[in-house]
């Protein structure tokens, strides 16, 4: 097989299921599915609309959560314009009471100071609400615009109507994949990461490395997580993207050092060690959260044993296994679109997974690995098949744990059962695993055997 280089496009685009029925096909199509799609989309406008309305409103006490990510990169734009320090949690809960908007004690703006230097501005023009229900709509289009991307990846050779109702079809799934719309519910930013890891594969599909790589820096920019995507390329071998990634990130952060020194001393002193401690609250589904959870004394479970020094060596092992396997499948795969789309999708799940604070809002950014997983549906098993049904129920009742993980003195009963406040991590897992069985085409399986 010939070696991959950056020059080379889709010489070997993504094979196509022979047995593949899609819903685009209006001669097959079954009548239900019409109703179907309705009844999503009205449930959808409801879901969606009602979040919207929300954040223009004052909620009742039950949904005063409503945009309070949000809230936090809006204190963080106005305290930057201030010349305040950004990630004190003093001054961001007294600046959003005096605006009557809801802080979450401890819940402070913990990203690079970029996004809060973007947000400045605005803050002087416009209300809390207001900046809040504009946002709402900007994650709301950057998701559909990663739905679209997904779309081009993944039939790239449809007809333009044939890929616009794929895109709507798979725009109704990613909506109401229960992460994606507490995402939208607390007002997170990671509809922008979805699409820049997004346009960052589908760069590389066409051979735009250099565009790739400056989607990549930006995202890296925003959080640090998307940086395990330079391993990625190092191991693909897309040397242009990975410089152009790396030299843009090094420069933006070069160029902001002089001018926002004081903001990332803070950030280095506050909002690092904040955002990588161990927190073993329920809303939390990472690796380190479920160590913790049943190794850390917290109000929220009762642990088998205390030892915190434990809980991050299990932690460190179990991310670097991760990393491992998704490094290894990418290696052993061969060089054309299908496998790297396949392990990109491996990659994206173990920066959500081995992140210290993956709330549950961060598996936004699992739509596209579950858009894949709908890609691959005709060639699943039958078991297969029935995991992902499963793991998609388990995403729905983890969101059951919610009033314990928001006042678990009232619900002591729940601290005894640790191992079910995992229940979106073991979903994110099923579907890692069934995605890791298709990375390597059949036939390089069947060499191998």
């Given amino acids: 097989m010939p070696e991959h280089s950056d020059s080379v ?78 990630y004190s949690g003093d001054l961001t809960g007294r600046l959003l009471a005096a605006e009557g908007l809801y802080y979450d004690k401890g819940s402070n703006y913990i990203y690079p100071p970029y996004v809060a230097a973007f947000l400045a501005p605005f803050t002087q023009v416009l209300s809390g609400k207001a900046l809040g229900f504009l946002w709402f709509f900007i994650m709301l289009t950057a998701l559909l615009g990663a739905v679209w991307m997904a779309v081009l990846i993944f039939f790239p050779d449809e007809p333009p109507n044939r890929q616009r109702l794929q895109w709507l079809d798979w725009s109704i799934l990613a909506l109401l994949y229960v992460p994606t719309n507490y995402s939208y519910f607390v007002g997170q930013i990671n509809p922008l990461l979805l699409i820049l890891l997004t346009g960052f594969l589908f760069c590389l599909q066409h051979g735009r490395d250099r565009l790739a790589g400056l989607l990549l820096a930006a995202a890296i920019l925003i959080k640090v997580a998307p940086a395990i995507f330079l391993l990625y390329l190092i191991i693909r071998r897309r040397w242009t993207a990975l410089v152009m990634a790396l030299s843009l990130s090094i420069v933006g952060l070069g160029i902001s050092l002089a001018p ?45 044993i205390v030892s915190s020094s434990l809980a991050r060596v299990a932690a460190t092992g179990a991310a670097l ?29 173990t920066m959500v997974l081995i992140s210290p604070l993956a709330w549950e809002n961060l598996f936004v950014l699992i739509v596209f690995p579950l858009l894949a ?23 729905i009742v983890q969101r059951l744990w919610a009033p314990h993980g928001v006042a678990p003195d009232e619900t002591p009963g729940l601290n005894n059962w640790t191992l079910l406040m995992s229940l979106l991590l073991y979903s994110t897992l099923i579907l890692y695993t069934i995605l890791r069985r298709h990375v390597i085409p059949k036939i390089r399986r069947e060499a191998e055997l």
Avoid at 17 to 44: C, F, Q
Avoid at 324 to 343: C, E
Avoid at 385 to 393: D, M, P, Q, R, T
């Fill in 260 to 304: 926002l020194w004081g903001q990332w001393m803070n950030y280095f002193q506050i909002a690092l060690p904040d955002s990588t401690r161990l927190v073993s609250h329920p809303a939390n589904q990472s690796i380190s959260a479920f160590f913790s959870r049943l190794l850390v004394a917290s109000p929220f479970t009762n642990p088998l």
């Fill in 373 to 395: 997983i709908f890609y691959l549906w005709p060639k699943l098993s039958s078991i297969e098949k029935g995991l992902v049904v499963f793991a998609i129920i388990l995403s």
């Fill in 321 to 349: 296994l991760l990393l491992a396997i998704s490094s290894i499948a990418t290696y052993r795969t061969s060089r054309d679109n299908r496998a790297g789309i396949l392990s990109f999708c491996l990659f994206l799940v």
């Fill in 9 to 86: 496009l889709q010489k070997n685009p993504i094979e196509k299921p022979p047995t593949m029925r899609t819903y685009n096909d209006s001669m097959t199509k079954p009548k239900w599915i019409g109703w179907l799609r309705i009844i999503a989309l009205v449930v959808i406008a409801l879901l969606y609309g009602g979040t919207a309305l929300l954040t223009l409103s004052d909620p009742p006490d039950t949904l005063r959560f409503v945009n309070v990510d949000f809230y936090t990169y809006y204190a963080g734009g106005k305290l930057f314009w201030q010349g305040n320090n950004i």
